[in-house]
């Protein structure tokens, strides 16, 4: 014990009072300390009632070993249960995104194939030579085929005669040949497929690349177009339907108009009936008339010449006038050609 009032020394080293430290430990009893140097001391004290002297004692705190390494080990194992439950954690956050990818692939797959399956165009996957990888339910019912049947098989097989198709030729043809960046897509192509039963049927054609790595893929699309091509037919035949009624139509527009020339021509001539039968009666009374002078004079030949050059003249004038009845009356063809219009318009 050392009861002390002024500064002393320790090991040689001064030491003031007035820097003591106080710590509260874990039960809550103050802990004081005194810096010296490096080190610490440990400060124990307490004051007397009667002189209310301060006695104190001043030890270096020894630290049982055993204890350090039990604390080392605490420590330890707290940092390797916080390491722990960190990397359950991400494991379990890794696990779970995971599950997510997966159920998204899943789902995506599942979204693709429903895709695929109840679209109504025909797909083919082919690979990079031009042969079958793939074909959807469509393709399967259009050609009356299976998967295993097609599969690494050509896709020329399932059209006619695919050399009468210039574009389709070129393009299975040179499949394999041409570099990706060259690659050239067909769209809207029309061909004749053919089915495993040897029927066929019209269809469009288009064919895109899907990937050029790690392998080359393309996508075949194909669209059974009968249907549009009976639509097709049906309307041509409307079309020349409708045509065969129009030319009949109009020839029969044309014979009524025809017709209702010739009534009105005939009601023309029965309008000038009246002048007709008057122009035609004139030179009859004077036919008679010349007739009886020549029953007269026939036994004098020098008085005849007269009368009958006035016999041709008025024959003349009606057979005039009933050439121009036949030619109003009748659809008579005359050929054309140039005339005097003054003289037209005498007669």
Avoid at 244 to 256: I, P, Y
Wanted: hydrophobic share 45%; glycine share 4%.
């Amino acid at each position: 014990a050392l009861a002390y009032a002024t500064p002393k020394t320790i090991n040689g080293q001064p030491f003031d009072l007035s820097q003591l430290e106080t710590f509260k430990l874990i039960d809550g009893t103050d802990l004081q300390m005194l810096p010296l140097g490096n080190t610490a001391l440990l400060v124990q004290q307490v004051r007397l009632d009667d002189t209310q002297w301060n006695i104190g004692v001043i030890t270096e705190p020894m630290v049982d070993k055993n204890a350090r390494y039990s604390a080392l080990a605490v420590f330890s194992l707290c940092i390797l249960i916080i390491l722990l439950m960190m990397y359950i954690r991400e494991w379990r956050a890794k696990k779970r995104s995971q599950h997510q990818a997966v159920a998204a692939q899943i789902e995506s797959e599942a979204r693709g194939r429903n895709i695929i399956n109840t679209t109504q165009s025909g797909l083919i996957t082919l690979d990079s030579v031009g042969c079958i990888t793939f074909i959807n339910p469509l393709v399967m019912q259009q050609f009356g085929i299976s998967l295993n049947s097609v599969v690494n098989q050509p896709l020329a097989m399932l059209f006619d005669r695919p050399a009468s198709f210039t574009s389709l030729k070129r393009v299975l043809d040179n499949l394999a040949k041409l570099p990706n960046a060259s690659f050239s897509p067909l769209t809207g192509y029309e061909v004749v497929a053919k089915r495993s039963d040897g029927s066929f049927f019209p269809a469009l054609f288009s064919i895109k690349q899907m990937r050029s790595s790690p392998v080359t893929e393309y996508l075949v699309t194909l669209v059974d177009i009968t249907k549009r091509k009976q639509l097709e037919r049906s309307l041509k035949e409307i079309n020349e339907s409708l045509e065969d009624k129009v030319k009949q139509r109009t020839n029969d527009l044309e014979s009524a108009q025809a017709e209702l020339l010739k009534i009105e021509k005939m009601a023309a001539l029965g309008a000038m009936s009246t002048a007709i039968v008057h122009e035609i009666n004139q030179p009859l009374t004077a036919l008679r008339n010349y007739l009886a002078i020549i029953d007269k004079v026939k036994e004098q030949p020098q008085l005849i010449i007269q009368p009958l050059e006035s016999l041709n003249h008025l024959v003349d004038n009606m057979a005039g006038i009933t050439r121009q009845l036949k030619t109003f009356a009748y659809a008579k063809v005359v050929p054309k050609d140039q005339v005097d219009l003054v003289s037209v318009l005498n007669g």
